[in-house]
């Protein structure tokens, strides 16, 4: 076994072992809490520029296959976990975590006490921070890693948002038989890609929406000019605030026809409000985050994965009301404007990996459009 | 919602004695309502029939009825009481038995009692097969193809549909009472027959096999806003085949990708709502097809069960008591999360460990019983490990277990047919057997085609299986190599077998490397958030999160697996013990590692470490804490075992010196101490050698008593009566306990038996308890019933035994518990064993009495005197308590009922009454022997008892029974003038015998004294049949006499019940 370190900017060193492709990488080092979904995890965009930790100390178990992916690929900086499964196990698997890892080129380390990392970066907040399997110099390793930039003000969506627009046509997974062919379209919906989960183009394709899939710097106008039934704002990795042609763009388009945001989508449609954004110590990622919808005091159990979020004072001017709140920190996790028929979720309605307490919002979104739709509840 | 204002006062029912399938995760789960309910200011009503639990201490509910659960009873209770509302969900299956008895029976209406957290329809629709079946397809999902049927016929006809194997799997009974798997057409009818008699209701569902399918269990909660989330997801080692109960399990589930387990999350939510659980927890239990992933509902619990109380030590979000709050109106959201105190309940609870569980068995006891694993639970207890991985889980759990095994090692050697054998059909030993294949070089998919075992977990054990040569090898030298040994879970013990060479060497080998236990917190949330209670295990990492604190305090060593011998008693006395350090500003630190109790609740202590009992893990934990001292007085045999050892390595044992402890149980050393003190003691020598043995009662003269010296539970304890017997029952108790000798004493025959509970501070002794066995000498004193104050004892009796059990305290130099079992015969006093510790009966003398010795005994540890409680000792109390035992046989067809001086019993239950005659039947009526009024009573007893035998005869057929006997005992009545019915002997082909009677429902009780020895054997099949058609039945003249007198109790008139404040007030 091929020794690695993940050294962090403050200077902690934690010595583990090699996962996946060998060398060096850097990004910011979140935690997540969830126990399964590593495979959706590792596909998500959102996690552009970030070393993810799984908290679960036991990741592989399962193995990846050809369908869990949330994109075309890859996109974590760099994967952290106790003990990844050298012999998976499912139906449905095909190969190792370690194999999947090194054909992707994910420098990943194991090993490690990863809750004395989690632990660290709940008390202190998120930091920068490198794995390298090559050079294992500590002191080389800690300087690099103090020159590391974070991830404020950096756009990430350029890098992983689509090249050219595509239309969207596989619906909702079922264990028998896949994914389901789209149903039949009753409405037209474009998307913007910041990082899109692909199963969020699930669900909406399942309920009947024809789904096309921009580019994130595509002009408003252009959208509007292809006369869609409702514009979706997607998910995406980092800072908000460093793609401002897509606040741009969304400010644009509010008001000419609906607008449904999750996650990055959400904090974009808070600058468009005139809102404010701001960072959080160590974010929300995982599974099992209760938010409450404020409309009907329900609780759901909700997959996450955010570092950003919205101030909703900052939006109230504009007309922006909260809708969801979360109840482990009582941040903002939902916001609607009836009068431009727009709303917003921070959290993820499509789960993969999590629950599908929230799916009712994508019916919600085809209300909106004036499609109106059977809401099975909770999933 | 807030809670309900409408409800003053709620009746919450206790789930009675521990059995196979209900043990004391329900006295945790009540002791949690009990606990809730008062903190929001309800009244609360508890029934128990079982003394020896926490939640039936007078302080835990404003009423504790300590009576049988009965619909009548509890019917009596409610109109005495009037609660308006009744929580059925957290007494296990008896307690939601009894709730659905008396809503159905009206007696709930007629009070005006309203059933909180599940409903009746809900119930019902849970526990009948064919609802629940209409239920789930309404809701889309899928049952295993299946069929309920009332007669053989019907199953019959299902059957073939069905196809073999087939599962029957009878309606309403618990723990899979019942139920077994036919593999064959020609096993079939048999089957069936046997699950329909065990239904209440008679009814079995035959069901399309899934064994071997992969098994999981989701514990669900859910608010009267229907709010739901998911506590725990649980996969089983075993897969579907062997019960819940009897598999390893895992949490959280291992081997599901989040598509796949967001499929069951949804269909447990979907469940939870269509059955219509308004509130608290339920444990919906899945099978999913390997090859396919298609996956099947088995069954919902719509209450808190077993494996709730595992969801709960597994993940710390506790079930029981956030169920209580839900039933009286909160909502999820508005219930903080203890452990966090920041975030509310609504929340799904994420691990960042791994957690095993494994069971024990209690085959060592009933060898003549049938070992494989099936649907019907068969363990009598469990331990839980942490890990942060599986690997180190696993191997923790295994030494949790004590049962000597120190890794994954099957202890025997074993051929290629045999292993195979093994590995096949699921026994005890395949887990073991899978390792052994591993170290054969089996392949995984090899052992995953026997098993059925997920290749994940048999890749886990595989990788285990092949680091031991490294050990072996490199583990003394090579630092890395004993570092990862250490985070797989390998045991010093274990390294040291490896390594060939001692525990301590591998202890200070690893220290020197600096490689130590650190320790980590279970938080609920994966350490995304703050934990402000220290519910912590051990693991090899890099970071220990849980410094100690600067305050005075104690750990006390807990009780481990419940098993024969050893259960809840000890829990209750370890939880006492931590209520009474707390109590005196001293910090109380539990260590255990049974997921059932009590003790493991984060609560109960000040910090809790769920960890294995062995001198390693235990002296890691001493090392980092550095306390005053540790109990070891209160765990029964587990940390009395330890006790030696701990002070060898300079701990501070409290209370009571192990060389004291080792005086009581050393032959000579004990011989000499009640020769100084003037004490009798029956004649008896220390052996090593069957040849010893044989010399040692030639001169005693039979019967003598053998028994292994350092054991509980008198594990391979016997009565022998000839040399041939002798030479069987010799060779067993050296096996039992090999490094010890052999104790062989003349056996006291018709001698009383009496145990006297008391505490000593080292200079007052107080007696608590002198306990008058209802059987003569020759039963385990966990086994006998037993009567508070003695029923027939003179008060010079009473009064010498006081005397003597002063003597002993004080000659001991006893600080704390002590026990002393006697014997009377001819008005002569003998002293049969002295127990310096917590004894079985400690929580039934406090319950009886009024005064909690586990709590004064712990006082006195820490130096306080108990002479302010020598009043106790002589005080009069108008009342008489009882305790009546509970066996297992009824789960082990096959095996003889009767009873002898190795204990047999899983639980106890008490019978408390101002009438002897009364206490005794509320005993009878708790354990299960309902008492006729009228029939026949079959009369079968050994020669010597032939005499005695008359006049009880008499007095039945004067109250009007009918006589049913044989040729010897028929002539024997006959000659006293009575009328007798005779029967044929078993033996005679010809005519109807008593077992065809008894099987037609024509006995109504049985009197049968079993011969001594090898010839008891000859109506082993008139026990066994009593026991499976459930008929009252009386092994001892001193068991029919009270019997007896119960009858007549009952036939004069009205019982009544009172609770156990109204009875100590009395006092």
Request: net charge negative; glycine share 8%.
């Amino acid at each position: 076994m091929k020794p690695a370190l993940l050294v962090l900017r403050s200077g902690r060193v934690f010595r583990g072992e090699a996962l996946g492709a060998e060398g060096e990488a850097w990004g910011e080092v979140i935690f997540n809490t969830a126990m399964s979904g590593y495979q959706e995890i590792l596909t998500d965009p959102s996690y552009r520029g970030q070393i993810v930790a799984m908290t679960y100390p036991l990741i592989g178990n399962y193995g990846l296959n050809d369908e869990d992916v949330e994109s075309r690929r890859p996109w974590v900086n760099g994967f952290v976990v106790k003990e990844a499964a050298r012999v998976p196990s499912s139906w449905r698997g095909r190969v190792s975590l370690d194999e999947y890892l090194t054909a992707h080129g994910v420098v990943g380390i194991e090993g490690i006490d990863t809750r004395a990392l989690t632990r660290h970066l709940r008390d202190r907040g998120v930091e920068d921070g490198l794995i390298s399997s090559g050079d294992l110099d500590e002191a080389r390793l800690r300087e690099k890693a103090r020159a590391l930039p974070g991830l404020v003000g950096r756009d990430l969506v350029s890098e992983v948002t689509t090249d050219a627009r595509f239309t969207w046509t596989q619906g909702a997974w079922d264990p028998a038989r896949g994914y389901a062919p789209a149903a039949a379209p009753s409405c037209r919906v474009v998307a913007y890609d910041a990082g899109i989960k692909l199963n969020i183009l699930r669900q909406m394709t399942s309920l009947g929406c024809e789904v096309t899939v921009v580019p994130a710097s595509t002009p408003a106008e252009e959208v509007l000019a292809m006369k869609p039934d409702g514009i979706f704002l997607s998910n995406g990795p980092g800072d908000p605030e460093a793609v401002p042609y897509l606040v741009d763009s969304v400010r644009r388009c509010l008001g000419r026809v609906p607008v449904f945001g999750i996650c990055l989508g959400h904090q974009i449609m808070g600058l468009a409000a005139g809102g404010r954004t701001y960072k959080l110590p160590f974010g929300h990622h995982g599974a099992n985050h209760p938010v409450k919808d404020l409309a009907t005091g329900h609780v759901e159990i909700t997959a996450q994965n955010h570092g950003f979020a919205v101030d909703p004072a900052s939006v109230a001017r504009a007309g922006w009301a909260p809708t969801h709140v979360n109840l482990n920190d009582g941040t903002c996790e939902g916001m609607s404007s009836p009068d431009l028929a727009a709303f917003s979720v921070q959290y993820h309605p499509e789960a993969s990996p999590g629950p599908h307490d929230a799916s009712y919002l994508f019916h919600r979104f085809l209300d909106l459009m004036g499609k109106t739709t059977a809401v099975t509840k909770g999933g | 919602m807030p809670k309900r204002t409408d409800i003053q006062k709620i009746l919450l029912i206790g789930s009675g004695p521990i059995v196979i399938g209900q043990a004391c995760e329900f006295d945790y789960s009540g002791t949690q309502a009990c606990k809730a309910l008062r903190e929001e200011g309800f009244e609360v009503v508890l029934v128990n029939s079982n003394p020896a639990t926490i939640m039936t201490d007078p302080e835990m509910a404003d009423r504790t009825y300590i009576e049988p659960l009965t619909p009548e009873v509890v019917a009596q209770i409610i109109a005495r009481e009037r609660p308006q509302a009744l929580l059925p969900t957290l007494g296990g299956q008896t307690g939601l038995n009894l709730a659905v008895a008396l809503a159905e029976d009206g007696t709930l209406e007629r009070f005006g009692v309203e059933l909180i957290g599940a409903k009746l329809p809900a119930i019902q629709t849970a526990e009948d097969r064919s609802l629940f079946k209409a239920c789930m397809e309404s809701i889309g999902l899928e049952l295993p193809r299946s069929g309920l049927a009332h007669s053989v016929e019907e199953a019959q006809a299902i059957v073939a549909t069905t196809g073999f194997p087939a599962i029957l799997r009878p309606s309403f009974t618990l723990g899979g009472m019942g139920g077994s798997i036919a593999r064959r057409p020609a096993d079939f009818d048999a089957a069936a027959r046997w699950a329909l008699a065990q239904s209440p209701v008679g009814a079995v569902l035959i069901e399309e096999s899934v064994l071997g399918w992969k098994e999981f269990e989701l514990e669900v909660m859910r608010d009267l806003a229907d709010n739901v989330v998911i506590i725990c997801s649980i996969e089983n080692f075993d897969p579907m085949g062997v019960h819940t109960g009897d598999s390893i399990t895992v949490a959280p589930a291992q081997t599901l990708s989040d598509k796949e387990y967001q499929r069951m999350r949804d269909a447990a939510v979907a469940i939870i709502r269509a059955i219509g659980v308004e509130t608290g927890g339920s444990n919906i239990q899945f099978a999913v097809e390997p090859t396919t992933g298609r996956m099947v509902v088995i069954e919902m619990n719509p209450r808190v069960s077993r494996s709730s109380a595992l969801a709960s030590k597994a993940t710390g979000f506790p079930i029981a008591k956030i169920a209580a709050k839900l039933a009286v109106g909160y909502t999820l959201d508005e219930l903080r999360n203890d452990i966090t105190r920041e975030t509310p309940a609504s929340f799904e609870p994420t691990l960042d460990y791994c957690v095993v569980k494994m069971p024990r068995w209690a085959f060592e006891k009933f060898p003549e019983a049938d070992r494989t694993l099936t649907t019907q639970m068969k363990s009598v207890g469990e331990a839980m490990a942490i890990g942060r991985t599986f690997k180190e889980a696993l191997q923790k759990v295994i030494r949790s277990l004590e049962e000597d095994r120190w890794g994954l090692t099957l202890d025997r050697s074993v051929d290629e047919a045999e292993l195979e054998r093994l590995l096949g059909v699921p026994t005890p030993e395949r887990l073991f057997a899978v390792a052994e294949a591993c170290r054969a070089g089996w392949s995984v998919a090899r052992v995953h085609e026997m098993t059925a075992i997920d290749p994940w977990f048999l890749a886990q054990i595989a990788d285990l299986v092949a680091f031991e040569p490294e050990i072996a090898r490199r583990a003394l030298a090579d630092r890395a190599v004993l570092r990862r040994a250490k985070q797989w879970g390998f045991a010093d013990r274990r390294i040291a077998q490896l390594t060939g060479t001692t525990e301590g060497t591998v202890r200070q080998t690893r220290l020197g490397d600096g490689i130590r236990a650190v320790f980590k917190t279970v938080d609920t949330c994966a350490a995304e958030f703050v934990a402000h209670t220290p519910y912590l295990y051990s693991t090899y990492e890099e970071e220990d999160e849980a410094p100690p604190t600067a305050r005075r305090k104690v750990v006390i060593l807990g009780s481990g697996p419940n098993r024969i011998g050893q259960g809840i008693e000890f829990d209750y006395c370890c939880v006492h013990a931590a209520f009474a350090l707390r109590e005196a500003g001293v910090e109380a630190i539990m260590v255990n590692c049974n997921p059932e109790t009590v003790s493991t609740d984060y609560d109960t202590s000040d910090r809790l470490y769920f960890e294995p009992l062995t001198f390693e893990d235990v002296l890691n934990i001493v090392e980092k804490e550095q306390p005053l001292g540790v109990v070891v007085q209160f765990g029964g045999q587990t940390p009395l075992k330890l006790a030696v050892p701990l002070q060898e390595a300079g701990v501070p044992i409290l209370g009571t010196s192990p060389d004291a402890i080792d005086r009581a149980e050393d032959r000579k050393r004990f011989s000499a101490l009640l020769d100084d003190l003037g004490l009798c003691q029956a004649p008896g020598e220390t052996v090593r050698s069957l040849e010893q043995a044989r010399g040692v009662a030639a001169q005693l003269g039979y019967p003598v008593l053998v028994r292994p010296s350092y054991v509980l539970g008198g594990r391979a304890m016997q009565i022998v009566h000839d040399d041939q017997d002798l030479v069987q029952f010799v060779a067993e108790a050296i096996a039992a306990a090999p490094d010890h000798p052999l104790l062989i004493d003349k056996f006291l025959e018709d001698a009383l038996e009496v145990d006297v509970d008391a505490v000593s501070d080292g200079a007052t002794v107080v007696v608590g308890g002198v306990m008058e066995h209802i059987e003569k000498a020759g039963i385990h004193s966990g086994d006998a019933a037993c009567a508070l104050p003695p029923y027939s004892l003179g008060e010079d009796q009473i009064r010498a035994l006081r005397a003597q059990t002063h003597a002993l305290a004080r000659a001991l130099g006893v600080v704390g518990l002590i026990n002393v079992q006697f014997a009377i015969r001819n008005d002569r006093i003998y002293v049969l064993e002295v127990n310096p510790r917590a004894s079985r009966t400690v929580p039934f003398v406090s319950k009886a009495i009024g005064l909690p010795l586990a709590k004064l005994a712990t006082r006195a540890l820490l130096g306080e005197p108990v002479a302010p409680y020598a009043a106790f000792e002589t005080r009069e109390v108008p009342h008489i308590a009882v305790k009546e035992a509970v066996f297992p046989f009824i789960k082990f067809p096959g095996v003889d009922a009767v009873l002898g001086p190795e204990m047999k019993s899983t639980g106890e239950v008490m019978g408390i009454d101002p009438d002897f005659r009364k206490a005794y039947l509320k005993s009878q009526i708790a354990s299960g022997s309902i008492l006729p009024t009228a029939g026949k009573i079959f009369v079968s007893v050994k020669n010597r008892d032939k005499r005695v035998v008359a006049s009880l005869a008499r007095r039945a057929a004067d109250m009007g029974f009918g006589l049913v006997a044989t040729a010897g005992t028929a002539r024997v009545l006959e000659r006293h003038g009575m009328s007798v019915e005779l029967i044929a002997k078993i033996a005679d082909a010809a005519g109807l015998n008593v077992i065809d009677l008894m099987q037609h429902g024509e006995i109504a009780l049985v009197f049968n004294t079993p011969e001594d020895g090898r010839a008891r054997k000859d109506s082993a099949m008139i026990r066994r049949t009593a026991v499976s058609q459930a008929i009252p039945y009386y092994l001892t003249i001193d068991g029919m006499q009270a019997a007896l007198g119960a009858i007549e109790a009952l036939l004069k008139g009205e019982s009544s019940v009172r609770s156990l404040q109204e009875y100590h007030r009395g006092a």
